[in-house]
């Protein structure tokens, strides 16, 4: 069974910096995309980040693009969301998806 | 970027009925590398169509996508009381994915 494990949500101030993991298990991780999707209160799903199955590749969406960095790591089986200069505008909780299988999501709150 | 837009905003229905949910793209998706993701109050949204017409594990048969291109349906054919929750299309033909806004099936 694929599972999908997020950690490291958090209340940060603004300006401040979070790192988000993603540990995954039930599925061949290195041969798959995996990517972060948030929901922010009362809204619908956003696409943030993507990576390749080697992560040599990232793409983002143009809100986060030099603030969010994704990353994953194969041989740990892990992904990662690291996210610097958050704004009030970041809060949401953060799904971890693989495989199209997602998370539970993690809860980020940005505020002073 | 490839613009997902979902009809209706919200479809009521009652048990038993059958659903049809609509999504339409701004421009043709390649390998039909569209889902439908469901999401009740307070959950994670939970895959239940991959590759347009695919049932994820363990999704009931009464499920059925279709489509390609630029159209998709997602049919629900005998609603269950389990069923009501949002629906959401989301394609991944791109490098950049995207999120139709969602259909909210209700009672």
């Known amino acids: 069974e694929v599972q999908v494990v997020e950690s490291g949500g958090d209340l940060v101030q603004p300006g401040g910096s979070l790192r988000l993991s993603c540990a995954a298990s039930g599925f061949t991780y290195s041969g798959y995309w995996m990517f972060w999707v948030r929901q922010a209160p009362g809204q619908g799903l956003e696409w943030l980040a993507s990576?390749?199955?080697?992560?040599?590749?990232?793409f983002y969406v143009d809100s986060v693009k030099g603030r969010f960095t994704i990353s994953k790591d194969n041989a740990n089986i892990s992904l990662y969301l690291q996210m610097n200069s958050l704004r009030a505008e970041d809060t949401a909780v953060y799904y971890c998806?693989?495989?199209?299988?997602w998370g539970q999501g993690t809860q980020v709150t940005v505020s002073s | 970027e490839i613009v997902l837009t979902q009809s209706p905003g919200t479809l009521s229905l009652s048990p038993g009925e059958r659903a049809t949910l609509s999504c339409r793209a701004s421009?043709?998706?390649?390998?039909?590398?569209l889902a439908w993701h469901q999401q009740k109050p307070g959950q994670a949204p939970r895959l239940v169509i991959s590759?347009?017409?695919n049932r994820a594990t363990g999704i009931p048969d009464r499920f059925s996508g279709s489509g390609s291109g630029t159209d998709f349906t997602l049919t629900i054919s005998r609603l269950q009381p389990e069923d009501f929750a949002v629906y959401y299309c989301?394609?991944?033909?791109?490098?950049?994915?995207?999120f139709g806004q969602g259909t909210r099936l209700e009672i």
């Open positions: 990576v390749n199955e080697d992560g040599s590749a990232q």
């Open positions: 590759g347009a017409s």
């Open positions: 998806v693989g495989g199209l299988s």
């Open positions: 421009q043709n998706i390649d390998r039909n590398f």
């Open positions: 989301h394609q991944y033909s791109t490098y950049h994915y995207s």
